[in-house]
């Protein structure tokens, strides 16, 4: 049976204690405040970073992991292992997952297999995990891929916006339209669809918002008490928000199975302090 090494980048937003566990691999992104430079996760944590990221002006920047420093990691553990399985944030956020194909094309072709989940933070970084738990109990690296592909195709992924400042900062909103949004108090929700964010409604306050996800989930037919793996639900510094949606979602689907995550950095950068997210299947 081969050996599988797990290998995926910090955007995955893994708890510490569950990579250890799983002996996961984790590459991190970078976060530039200027010229300073903070490795995902490894130099800077989610608190320290979003309360940089509420006192200055401008909007941070980051860069993905280069084909590089894939193909020295990959070529590091093809020593000790038969095979690597890459599982990386959708490749219409980064360029890191066309690293990872660029890095196994100067490796080993036929050892990597490099995965788009086409989502983002801990909504993929579950399939992470089960990828690492499937390998360490030998199982291929066709049957682990297969479990991957399922996932891909029923995960779901809500979230809510504190506010519209850092959309506005990152291009993602016209700065008329998130001037008209604050004043009228709206949170977008939004969601994944084949890789990409896109807003599906908005309601006024962050509470009615944490609501009308909780209606969006009845409305589709999903039974979050009935689910393949615990409902994750995150948050970007705002615990106390999260707390209210988990009393939400339990008002409305009855006693549920959580998984709490911290929304990292570099995903952070985008949605901003306060983001409220689930994923669920």
């Not at 970078?30 to 996760?41: I, N, Q």
């Not at 094309?105 to 989502?119: G, L, S």
């Not at 506010?163 to 990152?170: F, I, P």
């Not at 009845?218 to 970007?236: F, N, R």
């Amino acid at each position: 049976m081969s050996k599988i090494k797990i290998i995926t980048d910090s955007t995955s937003d893994i708890p510490r204690n569950i990579i250890e566990k799983y002996d996961i691999t984790v590459l991190p992104l970078t976060v530039l405040f200027g010229e300073e430079e903070y490795k995902d996760w490894v130099d800077i944590t989610p608190s320290d970073f979003f309360k940089r990221m509420r006192e200055t002006e401008k909007l941070p920047t980051t860069s993905m992991v280069t084909p590089n420093e894939f193909s020295k990691a990959y070529e590091t553990y093809l020593k000790e292992y038969d095979e690597i399985i890459s599982i990386h944030l959708s490749s219409n956020a980064s360029g890191t997952y066309n690293s990872a194909l660029l890095a196994k094309e100067m490796t080993n072709k036929d050892k990597i297999f490099v995965i788009d989940t086409k989502n983002y933070t801990y909504g993929y970084g579950q399939f992470v995990v089960e990828a690492a738990k499937m390998a360490s109990d030998e199982k291929s690296s066709s049957e682990i891929i297969e479990k991957l592909k399922y996932f891909n195709e029923n995960l779901k992924t809500l979230f809510v916006v504190d506010t519209l400042e850092y959309l506005k900062k990152g291009g993602r909103l016209s700065a008329t339209k998130a001037t008209i949004g604050t004043l009228l108090n709206l949170k977008p929700i939004l969601t994944v669809k084949e890789g990409k964010i896109i807003a599906i409604d908005k309601a006024r306050g962050f509470k009615k918002a944490l609501k009308r996800i909780a209606e969006i989930i009845q409305e589709e037919g999903s039974d979050l008490k009935d689910q393949i793996l615990k409902v994750k639900v995150g948050h970007a510094d705002n615990y106390e928000h999260l707390e209210i949606f988990k009393n939400v979602l339990e008002e409305n689907f009855g006693k549920c199975q959580f998984e709490e995550f911290e929304v990292g950095c570099v995903i952070g950068v985008y949605c901003g302090p306060g983001t409220v997210v689930i994923h669920y299947f």
